[in-house]
């Protein structure tokens, strides 16, 4: 179902299978970001064409036309998801300047999007809830879990070396380190569909912890 998260493609040119040649009466990047929504709130396999409909306003004949499919909306939504949101996350831990401030940066980040908004923090994240509805299931589905979570661990990675070669931590450790970061963040997803602000509260005190780590 999220085989394609991690492509990329030319939406001004293909989408869905289907040339955009002619001018739309929508924007198509507002359709999948308001079935994105759908699919967040509800999940992959609760949310029907007629979620769809109403949710973007447009009737299923031109949804299938644009997309091809559910499956196919899905993917993009899922896309935009992680490029849009995700990835906007980690920016900053993916720089060669990175160290534990960026990481401590990330948690708090976090923590301020939780206590922002408790109704958008409820619904968790996009791309593990998909992987826990459909893991076991369907192997795409397994396989794009496992793209998503390398991609916080080379974060966080590459924020940990780099603070090893200022002398800031131990080198030794960083791997390991990013391995526990990722696990506790995909926690955190799940944790905030339970409550919010104990989410909040959590990743304030993880990004203590890692400002903890370094050395004297």
């Known amino acids: 179902i999220i085989r394609t998260i991690y492509t990329k493609r030319c939406r001004s040119q293909v989408l869905g299978g289907v040339a955009l040649g002619r001018p739309r009466e929508y924007e198509v990047d507002d359709v999948i970001v308001r079935a994105r929504d759908v699919f967040w709130e509800r999940g992959y396999g609760a949310t ?9 306003g447009i009737d299923r004949s031109s949804l299938y036309h644009a997309f091809g499919s559910k ?8 896309r935009q998801y992680v490029d849009g949101t995700i990835d906007a996350r980690l920016h900053e831990m993916r720089q060669p300047t990175a160290g534990l401030e960026a990481i401590a940066n990330f948690f708090g980040g976090m923590a301020r999007t939780f206590r922002a908004d408790p109704a958008i923090a409820a619904r968790g994240c996009l791309v593990v809830n ?15 879990g496992a793209d998503y979570r390398d991609r916080f661990r080379e974060a966080f990675g590459n924020a940990l070396r780099r603070a090893a070669e ?13 391995r526990i970061l990722t696990s506790t963040t995909l926690g955190l997803f799940t944790t905030a569909r339970i409550d919010p602000a104990d989410a909040a509260r959590v990743a304030d005190e993880v990004g203590v912890e890692v400002s903890s780590w370094r050395s004297a």
């Open 130 to 144: 998909t992987v826990a509805e459909l893991s076991g299931r369907d192997d795409r589905a397994t396989s794009a």
């Open 166 to 178: 200022r002398g800031e931590v131990d080198r030794e450790r960083a791997d390991a380190r990013a």
């Open 71 to 78: 499956q196919a909306l899905f993917e993009q939504a899922a």
């Open 48 to 56: 029907s064409i007629a979620d769809l409909e109403a949710a973007t």
